[in-house]
């Protein structure tokens, strides 16, 4: 019989790569989300119902128990980069994942696998560091021997990194960019999904571990890098931090006046407030290595889905290679 595990968040940017992974694996995997309607794409993953979308809400105990029942592995993948109505940073990423992790203890699921960030600290001025350390250590508290994964900035086909400032500069000559001077060391989704899988499967020790690609850059040098992929020109341009706070700080008092009909996704204070750290791996635990994965490099990836984001799109090679013989 198959095992299960129940992936929260498993249609997600990173959990949806957990669950083809897992079910590659051979796993039965449940995906546990708020809108398993949107979600049925996940079915593609396995074989005829092995990979099924369910319905759950971190924020309740009988839907965490429900979507655990009969599991052997979890992985919460579940987290924000903005607060909106009911899902604030407390209720997610420290609330939600106590609580999975409570239940699944009680319910004698064998291994569990949070999915939080380089960055989690419970002495930061950011909520969302703040947060997602108080996860942490909701989780290793009702699970000891669970495996906390720490990615810096995950880049893939569907990031809202990469491709979001790839539109811009289609569209606009600027790139506005707060910190610009701080750095990243982004990696690859695929590959924290393959440490993330290896890990429910019980082929990694319980801890701590801190994810980072081979690359570190500044926050300028990852728009130079995308630009030199779309091959486009744009000026990237630096905003001073007492700048992004004025700006950020008018958006979210647009949310609250606006009782969320306005919901802040351009710059919120707490990304000001992260954007002013680094976010590389500190060496202070393991990482890749201990999981022998060789992480991808960027720029043999971003070519792969920026593509569409070039003058001629696809066909750039094609209308290059032209020119150069018109030459």
Request: glycine residues 10%.
């Amino acid at each position: 019989m198959q095992k299960l595990v129940t992936i929260f968040g498993g249609s997600g940017f990173v959990g949806r790569y957990i669950a083809r992974r897992m079910a590659k694996a051979g796993w039965r995997v449940r995906v546990a989300v708020r809108r398993p309607n949107e979600a049925h794409f996940v079915r593609m993953y396995g074989s005829v119902g092995q990979v099924d979308a369910v319905f759950a809400n971190i924020r309740d105990d009988a839907s965490v128990a429900a979507a655990l029942t009969g599991a052997e592995a979890v992985v919460n993948c579940v987290g924000i980069l903005a607060e909106g109505g009911k899902q604030s940073f407390d209720a997610v990423q420290s609330q939600g994942a106590a609580r999975i992790a409570r239940i699944a203890a009680e319910m004698g699921v064998g291994r569990m696998v949070q999915i939080s960030a380089i960055g989690a600290d419970a002495e930061s001025d950011s909520a969302y560091a703040r947060t997602k350390a108080a996860g942490e250590a909701a989780v290793l508290d009702a699970m000891p021997n669970a495996v906390i994964l720490r990615p810096s900035i995950v880049f893939g086909a569907e990031d809202q990194f990469f491709n979001r400032f790839a539109g811009m500069a289609r569209l606009a000559p600027a790139i506005p960019v707060v910190g610009a001077k701080t750095r990243f060391q982004p990696i690859f989704v695929d590959d924290v999904a393959a440490a993330a899988a290896m890990a429910a499967q019980g082929r990694a020790k319980p801890g701590i571990y801190e994810l980072g690609g081979p690359d570190i850059e500044s926050f300028r040098g990852l728009m130079q890098t995308m630009l030199r992929v779309i091959r486009r020109r744009a000026l990237i341009v630096p905003v001073p931090f007492f700048a992004a706070k004025i700006m950020a700080g008018a958006f979210d008092l647009l949310q609250a006046v606006t009782f969320g009909v306005f919901q802040n996704g351009v710059l919120t204070r707490d990304q000001v407030r992260n954007l002013a750290r680094d976010n590389v791996v500190s060496g202070d635990h393991p990482g890749f290595e201990a999981f022998g994965i060789e992480p991808m490099a960027m720029e043999a990836v971003l070519p792969d889905y920026l593509w569409r984001f070039r003058p001629s799109g696809q066909y750039s090679d094609i209308t290059e290679s032209a020119r150069k013989l018109k030459g």
